[in-house]
T-cell receptor, first 112, second 119 residues
């Protein structure tokens, strides 16, 4: 079983739709949580950190449930430019500093 | 300012060839990571440097993989006797030390990657 699990999708949604992605992680020692965005044939880029209290950045809302080891990302009013792969990422401080453990990614396609 | 750069961007190697992949991290970044991303998968950790010290190499898939960062800045990932299963994108990332600078103490800045194809 992978340490971070995501539904690979693709999620095909019309512009303006609300879409939610979920992710589960198995390492209860995980300390920090993120969503990264990766465009086709590009490097991953940090989208937002995820906090237990939930956090919002414009149209994006991220939530963490430590008890269930579950992370979510909600995108409201989808834009064509949101089309990308969204990577759920966890990290636990160890000898590898802040090594990132990635999920397999969820592909989103927003259509006109 | 300049981000993380990697070279070459694309590399085609014949099975059995040795390859060397280069990473230039952001100036002043102490931590450097290598990840391997197979097609349709998320990146997977290979190895980690703090300055010139390789503190974790647990993700290297075999002893054909070797990484170094002799002066604590540029790093090279070498793959000996390449095999077809080595075909992937190799990503380098750098970050500030934990707790100092950056948007988040854990934010890693990724380079564009080297796409390795072994034929």
């Amino acid at each position: 079983r992978k340490e971070v699990e995501q539904d690979p999708g693709p999620f095909n949604v019309p512009e303006g739709a609300t879409v939610a992605f979920n992710c589960t992680y198995s390492n209860s020692a995980s300390q920090s949580f993120f969503w990264y965005r990766q465009d086709c044939r590009k490097e991953p880029k940090l989208l937002m950190s995820v906090y237990s209290s939930g956090n919002e950045d414009g149209r994006f809302t991220a939530q963490l449930n430590r008890a269930s080891q579950y992370i979510s990302l909600l995108i409201r009013d989808s834009k064509l430019s949101d089309s990308a792969t969204y990577l759920c990422v966890v990290t636990a401080y160890n000898n590898a500093g802040n090594m990132l453990t990635f999920g397999g990614g969820t592909r989103l396609m927003v259509k006109p | 300012g300049a981000g993380v750069s990697q070279s070459p961007r694309y590399k085609v190697a014949k099975r059995g060839q040795d390859v060397a992949l280069r990473c230039d991290p952001i100036s002043g970044h102490v931590s450097l990571f290598w990840y391997q991303q197979a097609l349709g998968q998320g990146p997977e950790f290979l190895t980690y440097f703090q300055n010139e010290a390789q503190l974790d190499k647990s993700g290297l898939p075999s002893d054909r993989f070797f990484a170094e960062r002799p002066e604590g800045s540029v790093s090279t990932l070498k793959i000996q006797r390449t095999q077809q299963e080595d075909s992937a994108v190799y990503l380098c990332a750098s970050s500030y030390p934990s707790g100092t600078g950056g948007i988040s103490p854990y934010e890693q800045y990724f380079g564009p990657g080297t796409r390795l194809t072994v034929t």
